[in-house]
């Protein structure tokens, strides 16, 4: 019986998990109160270098939330978002966000560099950094 209910249980356990809202977030000096998610979506696919504002914009990845960012962000799956990194940096064009394991290495980098950008889970937003956007 534990099994059976186990069984039914798991996929609505895991489906909750890619329910999951991630906050996009930048650092309390950053001049952008919020950002749209093309706006989002043109820094971290290299398209955009900088904010509305001009300021450098500095993209960090979480390694443990990549794939369902991407996902929600542009639709595609993260092999195809790999791919494509692939062929802008074989091409010289640009380089991928760089990749932090969790939420708090990410927050520790963006309180450190104003133009630092990146993503976490909304649950683990604090008084350090602010919120441009969330991804549903």
Do not use: C
Not at 17 to 29: F, H, M, P, S, T
Not at 48 to 56: L, Q, R, S, T, V
Request: hydrophobic residues 45%.
């Amino acid at each position: 019986m534990k099994k059976i209910i186990l069984a039914f249980l798991l996929p609505l356990f895991s489906i909750s998990l890619q329910a999951e809202e991630l906050a996009i977030i930048g650092n309390r000096k950053n001049h952008a109160k919020t950002l749209l998610p093309n706006q989002v979506q043109d820094i971290y696919m290299g398209r955009k270098h900088a904010f509305p504002d001009g300021k450098i914009a500095l993209p960090i990845d979480q390694a443990s939330l990549r794939s369902d960012f991407y996902e929600k962000l542009t639709t595609k799956p993260i092999a195809q978002i790999n791919a494509y990194w692939a062929r802008i940096m074989f091409s010289g064009q640009s380089s991928p966000p760089m990749i932090l394991p969790d939420d708090s290495s990410v927050i520790k980098a963006i309180t450190e560099n104003e133009g630092a950008i990146g993503y976490i889970n909304k649950a683990n937003i604090n008084k350090h950094v602010h919120v441009l956007l969330i991804l549903k």
